[in-house]
Structure formats: C-alpha cells, structure tokens
C-alpha cells in the first residue's frame, strides 16, 4: 500500500545536537512538506517543496534545515539554534495541480523529546 | 491572511450524543475546505471537504456544509461512538500558482463516553 513512512516515532536528543527526521514517501507525489504540532496550537508548516532539488520557507522555518534530492524523501534536520524543538513533527505530501480541493496525506509522525 | 477559527475543546459527550464543532474562516479568495481527523498517535487522516460554496462532504456519518454567506464550515454528527474520540482539525486551501499549502484550525478534542 502506498502512504508515508516517518522514522523513528520516538526520538530523544541531547541540547545542542542536531538531529534529523526521516519521511519517505511511495504515493509518487511531488509535493512534500514539514509540520510541527504543539498542543492548543495545531499546526504550523516549517518547510515544503514541489519539486526535487526546491523547496520553501513555512512560517517558522528558524532553526530548521531540509533536503529534497529525492522526490520519494524529504528529510528535516533540527538543528542547535532552534530554540524549542521538542514537539510532534509531521510529514505530508500531495500532488501538484492548478486547481484547489487536493488534499495532503500525512505520515504517523515523530515526537521529538529534547532535554 | 487566512485563517480558521475552530471551537476550542475538549469536547466531552456520551455515545449517540449529537455533534457540532464550529469552524468560521477568513480568505481573500475562494478556499477549498477541509476536515481532517487525528486518533492518538497518529498522523492527520481526511475527513470530508469541500471545493465550493454550498457543497456539502461527507464521511463516516460527519457532514460539514461550505457555507460561503457565514463563511463557515461545521462538522456535525447526529450519533457519535466511542471510536469518533479525536482531534478535529478544519483547513482551507487557496491555490497560488502551484503552491499546496493548508491553513489550518487550532483543532478540538472530542472525547466520546460509553
């Protein structure tokens, strides 16, 4: 079955390091993109790209870094300067079309526990 | 800018209970509207949407109306069972160019009693 495979679901680091989360995804979509979830605040996109070797600015890009040299994979680092990167992060994807009514398909998700 | 409203929980009722959870929305253009649901620990699933004003989608026995005059969007479901325990999260979308991105509510936890 085809869907998005976020690795690993749990994950813990110390201040200071940067980390990366991995989002692979075999729906053969273009589009991908980075959410953070905290709680009472829903979510707020920190990275997407429509293409392979692009990819944009969200609203709270700060602190975070990505690549897209594949279209299946779409990998975010935290890195050291984000101030506040324990979280639940989310990976999605969609196709690309001109018109409105597409939807994302999301993958299960990691929380990152940074202490 | 865009933005939704949604009706903050938690949201607690007893199964068959009847549900609405509000969702209002400000756009400058004319959004596609969404309702995604999120089960613990998990990733945010589809729900139902609608592309256009008086369209109305279903799921699941969950309806939600595109009411453009109000601009809004509520979810409703006439009996609700223990499983329908979630966060409920309502989105718009315009489409720019080839950009896809979501706007997305603050979403409202239901818990469903038996």
């Known amino acids: 079955d085809g869907g998005i495979t976020q690795s690993p679901k749990y994950l813990f680091r110390k201040e200071g390091q940067n980390v990366t989360l991995s989002c692979e995804q075999n729906l053969n979509h273009d589009a991908m993109y980075w959410y953070r979830q905290d709680p009472g605040q829903g979510l707020r996109l920190i990275y997407y790209?429509?293409?392979?070797?692009?990819?944009q600015k969200g609203d709270i890009a700060e602190g975070y870094s990505v690549s897209r040299e594949k279209k299946e994979s779409f990998p975010l680092t935290v890195t050291s300067a984000q101030k506040n990167p324990t979280a639940f992060y989310l990976c999605?994807?969609?196709?690309?079309?001109?018109?409105?009514?597409?939807?994302?398909?999301f993958g299960n998700g990691t929380r990152l526990t940074v202490t | 800018g865009d933005s939704v409203t949604q009706m903050e929980g938690p949201v607690t009722l007893s199964e068959e209970a009847c549900l609405t959870i509000?969702?209002?929305?400000?756009?400058?253009?004319?959004?596609?509207l969404f309702w995604y649901v999120q089960y613990p620990g998990e990733g945010l699933q589809l729900l139902l949407k609608a592309t256009k004003a008086d369209d109305k989608g279903s799921n699941k026995g969950f309806e939600a109306t595109y009411r453009k005059e109000t601009t809004s969007f509520h979810l409703e479901k006439g009996s609700v069972q223990v499983s329908d325990s979630a966060v409920y999260f309502c989105a718009l979308h315009i489409s720019s160019g080839s950009a896809r991105q979501l706007t997305f509510g603050s979403g409202t936890q239901l818990t469903v009693l038996p």
């Open positions: 509000n969702c209002t929305y400000t756009a400058t253009g004319y959004p596609s």
């Open positions: 999605a994807s969609s196709i690309v079309t001109g018109t409105g009514g597409t939807s994302l398909h």
């Open positions: 790209s429509q293409i392979v070797n692009d990819f």
